[in-house]
């Protein structure tokens, strides 16, 4: 789905002469004079994003035309890794503790959550590395059992890879297009 669209996104740039008129080297100038303010604002943006369910896809492919590859990816894990833990804190203050295994009567989501509670940080990274900061993910952990360490820890370790692959690949893509 996601290559459709930017397929489709890459056609109607051709189509209206946008990809023509579009430099990836003057954003990251314009980005660059607004120096700590603008990743601060970035920052808060990606936060709210992602509690109200944002893509935070969306977010990484910003930092990788803002900064490019190296400073944006820098800037989109540490966006990344707090957004997360923001979602996180935010639906576990407001929800409690969460739940136990033994409470769900599901059971594809039981065996899912036995695995959680029996090797939580393993999970985590396991879980980031394939749907890195999807606000599902993030409201379940916050009500499952597992500690704000755990959460934490794995969530660093396992959004290191695909946030680096999201934000390499639209640098390197931006620059074949434009």
């Known amino acids: 789905m996601l290559l459709t669209l930017i397929f489709i996104l890459y056609l109607l740039g051709r ?8 430099d990836p080297e003057a954003l990251r100038v314009v980005v660059g ?15 709210a994003g992602l509690v109200l369910s944002v893509p935070g ?11 490019g590859g190296f400073y944006g990816t820098l800037v989109a894990w540490i966006g990344a890794n707090l ?30 959550l036995h695995g959680l ?8 990274i396991i879980s980031r590395f394939f749907f890195s900061t999807a606000p599902g993910l993030n409201y379940g952990f916050a009500l499952s059992s597992v500690t704000d360490r755990q959460h934490l ?8 890879v695909p946030v680096t692959s999201i ?9 074949q297009l434009f």
């Open 15 to 22: 189509y209206f002469g946008i990809s023509e008129r579009f």
């Open 117 to 124: 509670e029996l090797y939580p940080i393993r999970t985590i």
């Open 83 to 112: 957004a997360i833990i923001f979602s996180f804190t935010v639906v576990r203050r407001f929800n409690g503790a969460g739940f136990e295994s033994a409470d769900i009567t599901n059971k594809y989501l039981k065996r899912l």
């Open 33 to 47: 004079e607004t120096g700590l303010l603008g990743v601060l604002i970035y920052l808060l943006l990606f936060c």
């Open 153 to 160: 820890v794995g969530t660093l370790i396992g959004t290191t």
């Open 57 to 67: 896809i969306i977010f990484m492919v910003a930092s990788g035309l803002a900064w």
């Open 167 to 175: 934000v390499f690949f639209s640098d390197w893509l931006a620059g």
